[in-house]
């Protein structure tokens, strides 16, 4: 199972990127596959999923509006698009396979694997 993400940058606050997923080694259509993210010294937060055999999407309180996550199940790709970036958005961003809890109250996402080379966005204030 590999996953690599790519397409970070240095972006003004306010302003937008788009990450890239390619995935390998896997049946991409049988998973939920999304986005992770690390800043210096804080814990690691699941950013967004999308399931990809049933289309359904999932997202953490602090991007849901700014952030849309999409897949395409022929290139076996996700993508983040991420507008409105603030910076607390800053971090090393990674995909992975997704295990996705709802709860009553929000969701947990969490990654099924460890998750290989990410991309690093910074953004300025």
């Known amino acids: 199972v590999q996953l690599q993400a790519f397409g970070g940058g240095l972006v003004q606050a306010g302003g937008s990127l788009r990450l890239s997923c390619a995935a390998s080694?896997?049946?991409?259509?049988?998973?939920?596959v999304g986005w992770f993210r690390q800043a210096p010294g804080r814990d690691s937060e699941g950013v967004s999923c999308v399931s990809n055999t049933f289309g359904e999407t999932y997202y953490a309180d602090s991007v849901k509006g700014r952030f849309t996550i999409s897949s395409d199940n022929a290139k076996n790709t996700v993508y983040l698009q991420m507008n409105s970036l603030k910076p607390e958005d800053t971090a090393v961003y990674y995909c992975?396979?997704?295990?996705?809890?709802?709860?009553?109250?929000?969701?947990?996402?969490?990654?099924?694997?460890?998750w290989g080379q990410g991309t690093l966005v910074t953004v300025s204030s």
């Open positions: 080694g896997f049946t991409f259509e049988d998973y939920a």
């Open positions: 992975a396979r997704c295990q996705i809890i709802v709860l009553v109250s929000n969701i947990r996402l969490s990654p099924t694997d460890a």
